[in-house]
């Protein structure tokens, strides 16, 4: 498996190396850094020429796909143009280092180790700061509780603090494509067995779980994501999460940029089926904004930094349609930004509406042996990001639920969720929901989706499994998105049995998930009406105005 910085992401490596190239070199040496438990750290250390004699400010990076990758060598000699010392480092059964990949077991505990080793040496001036993508986004994530006070900043991209929930299981269902894909493109698939061991939230996730220990995390980050990656949601729950519940030295000190971006395609302005306006592509912003990041708070400079709004957010519009609202750099103080929730009901004729629909009852399918395929979506080995779904909801086990056409642009900015009561007839089930804008053509672009598992309703440390024949509303929880649907488009709804291979699929009758159930068909009822009013809520921007201007045209290089 392709690195997060090889792929399509190809521009930001060349325009690294193009930078670096004009460098005056460094002075590079391997050692070894040894973690609390005696493994091995294999670690390259950059100190820069020509910048004096040091103690410099240092940059971290701890990666899974190798030190010497052209990724983190080029990052390194751009962090030594810019003054800065920079090490990186193999993650433990990774590249030199010794030990066996255990995953996100041990990257806190390395982590905070690696950093007490640098406090230590005599190149370091006392001030680090950690930087990378993907999984070298997540090894941030895991150092940060508790870390040492070495710690000034972090820049995490693409990553999630939220292993579980955003990497592992979403709404109690595995994301199969995702964790077996990477785990086993690493040759760790005895990692992926223990993810399905621990299905259940327990003291093996508790023992390196971010989130819960957010107080104890003092450190401003920069978080950057895209509303088609496939840690969206965990990009904006830790910004919300360090920014309201962390430490002293957290609280307040967050800012997150958030674009039109999949995971492969970070920082570009194609994704999917569409092609956004240039403002969207980012591979030379993100340069200044990086540097004047870790100059602000290594080295107290660039003072201008601490006027940044908290939240840039690209607000998505119709693709290929000049004029259509949106295709804009949002610029809020917070996230999510006010907005009323708007419901849109499902009914029996297969309407999606603002009133109420009446009493009635529609019949889906289920068929573990038939699931209906991913297209598009949150995802990494899969296609990503928004895809046509036509061929989807052609299917006779998808119930599409369209609106009318929009007579004015309804512009949608915060997290989605889908409450749906279904009267089941098998002890489980899940049920995925996809939300897509049908423009005028007929296409139906996938904007975000979801999934919930039945048994998994309840919360994440239990089961709770279904009554057959009685009512139950189950919540699908869409993440987050930012898009104006414009004036002569439609909202949809797809409901389905299942979205593989995306999660995996659910067997129905409640019994072992692993692949030693025999499984079983199922037909819930969706129950529609006022006693069991299934409905998309989504959160709608309020009349107010808000600043919007190309991010390249904000302040965020000027002091």
Known sequence: MRPPHSYRFAALAMMLAALVSTAGGAQTFSTSVFAPDGTRLATDVYLPIGAGWGPWPVILQRTPYGKESNTVKDSCLLFNLWGYACVGQDERGKGASGGHYTGYAN??????????????????????????????????????????????????????????????YQGGALRYAL???????????????????????????????VLPKVGTVNVPALH????????LQGTLDAFTS??????????????????????????QNSAGQLTYP?????????????????????????????????????????????????????????????????????????????????????????????????AGGQEL????????????????????????????????????????????????LDLAVRLTDVYPDGRSMLVTDGIQRARMRCGDDRECFLSP?????????????????ARGHRIRIDV????????????????????RSPGAVAHPVLLVGPSHPSRVELPVLRPWPFPRRRLGEAPVARQ
């Open 242 to 267: 360090f920014q309201h519940q962390g430490g002293p030295g957290a609280v307040g000190r967050q800012k997150v940029i958030i674009g039109p971006w999949t995971h492969y395609g970070t920082f």
């Open 469 to 485: 024949g009685v009512p139950t509303e189950l919540v699908v929880d869409l993440w987050s998105t930012a898009l104006a649907f």
């Open 381 to 428: 080995s899969n296609e990503a990001g928004p895809y046509d779904q036509r061929a989807i909801e052609a299917r006779g086990d998808v119930a599409s639920f369209t609106s009318e056409v929009l007579a004015s642009p309804l512009t949608v900015v915060g997290r989605v969720r889908c409450r749906l009561w279904v009267r089941a007839d098998t002890p489980d």
């Open 224 to 231: 950057v994501g895209g509303w088609y990656d496939i840690f």
């Open 278 to 374: 240039a403002n969207a592509m980012f591979v030379t912003d993100i340069f200044p904004i990086v540097r004047d990041w870790f100059d602000f708070w290594l080295k107290g400079g660039k003072p201008g930094v601490a006027r940044w709004p908290k939240v840039r957010a690209y607000l998505m519009g119709a693709a290929g349609e000049p004029g259509a609202p949106g295709n804009t750099w949002l610029e809020l103080s917070d996230w999510p930004p006010p907005s009323a929730t708007v419901r849109f009901y499902l009914d029996v004729g297969h309407g999606l509406s603002v009133a109420p629909a009446p009493e009635g009852e529609l019949e889906l399918v289920a068929d573990p042996e038939s699931p209906v395929p991913t």
């Open 496 to 515: 389905s049995g299942s979205n593989w291979s995306r999660f995996e699929v659910n067997p129905n009758d409640g019994g072992d998930l692993d692949g």
């Open 179 to 209: 964790t077996h894909g990477w785990l086993d493109g690493h040759d760790a698939v005895d990692v992926f067995e223990q993810l399905k061991i621990h299905r259940l939230w327990d003291a093996w996730w508790e023992g390196f779980a």
């Open 107 to 168: 990257e806190g505990v390395d982590g905070r180790a690696t950093l007490e080793w640098i406090g230590s040496q005599w190149w370091c001036d006392g001030n680090v700061g950690t930087f990378g993508a993907s999984a070298l986004g997540m090894a941030q994530y895991a150092l940060s509780p508790g870390a040492p006070r070495v710690l000034k900043c972090m820049v995490p991209i693409v990553g999630t603090a939220d292993f579980y929930h955003d990497a592992v």
